[in-house]
């Protein structure tokens, strides 16, 4: 092991001089270059194929966002992630350590990130319910009383988004929190490299404009914080294995009560997939985003609940020294 160097395996730190760390700039463009070719690439060849046979028109815009929704999100995040890994270790050659993943005690790390997560979603709902009845806010139907929401047909089909998430999830956890940060802080500070990353992670959701302007500004801040949150935890523990868990869980409870909001209003005899195909439409996304009260309360109890979660997480932590910068 004479002259292996370590800094090599350490996340967010020196990367080592066998390591190919870009320029900041190059990382973020590259990494959201790669992020949406990826993302698009399994909707565009299912779609390709369907319309080849006749069974769609390729540049119906529901082709690609609807249709193929839940099986292009998995495959799209699946190949993300090999992507980012392939990445790191064949082209910046860093072992996987290097960002966040494969490190020694991590899977306990992880369920611990899965509970906190689906705690931090009922928590953050709980107060958008709270406002609502106190406020007066229009609530998600699934909330005001409704009947088969719970159906063994819906059941089956939750059990088949909450893997899809979970991917999801993971994967952005890899490339913001894993792969980005970690390079980033190779070039500049931790705390400047959290910041960068987390405002990266925001703007990575710009197409929420194309449902409203109010509300992706909202979203867009809420999950700027959120990052930061997520990044804080990251290099508090030298690992992913907790954020990746938290988000899993987190987006797995909003989607699948997003989902039997969508049951909740659906014409009574609509199949699984025809209600997956309504509430994924860009009309059901727009009209729900036009729901701006319910949502900034929900909102503003994610930007408090991360606010806190980073007080704890720096008045706890004592591995890295944030003031540094």
């Not at 839940?70 to 270790?89: M, V």
């Amino acid at each position: 092991m004479s002259g292996y160097d370590q800094t090599r395996d350490m996340p967010y730190g020196p990367a080592g001089e066998r390591a190919r760390i870009w320029h900041p700039i190059v990382i973020i463009i590259g990494g959201f270059l790669a992020f949406f070719v990826w993302a698009l690439v399994p909707s565009v060849v299912l779609a390709s194929m369907d319309a080849a046979a006749g069974k769609t028109d390729l540049m119906a815009p529901d082709a690609l966002l609807v249709q193929y929704g839940l099986a292009a999100l998995g495959i799209s995040f699946a190949l993300i992630l090999l992507h980012f890994l392939f990445w790191t270790r064949v082209v910046e050659r860093r072992p996987l350590t290097s960002i966040g993943m494969l490190r020694g005690g991590r899977p306990g790390q992880y369920v611990n990130g899965l509970a906190y997560g689906a705690l931090f979603a009922l928590i953050v709902t709980l107060a958008a319910i709270v406002a609502s009845m106190h406020f007066g806010f229009a609530m998600p139907a699934m909330f005001v009383g409704t009947e088969n929401v719970l159906r063994p047909d819906v059941l089956l089909f939750v059990a088949m988004i909450v893997p899809v998430v979970f991917i999801q999830g993971g994967t952005e956890e890899v490339v913001f929190r894993g792969w980005m940060l970690s390079a980033l802080s190779a070039r500049t500070s931790i705390t400047l490299a959290v910041l960068v990353s987390s405002a990266a992670f925001g703007i990575f959701h710009f197409d929420r404009f194309l449902l409203d302007v109010r509300f992706a500004a909202i979203f867009i801040s809420t999950t700027i914080v959120l990052g930061t949150f997520l990044g804080v935890w990251a290099v508090q523990a030298g690992s992913i294995a907790g954020p990746a868990g938290f988000h899993g869980a987190y987006n797995a409870l909003l989607f699948v009560m997003g989902y039997l909001d969508g049951v909740a209003k659906a014409k009574p005899g609509a199949t699984t997939a025809q209600i997956w195909a309504d509430m994924m439409s860009l009309e059901a996304m727009q009209q729900i985003a036009r729901n701006t009260d319910y949502i900034a309360a929900m909102q503003t109890a994610v930007i408090v609940g991360s606010l806190i979660g980073i007080v704890v997480l720096l008045m706890r932590g004592d591995r890295r020294e944030f003031a540094e910068a």
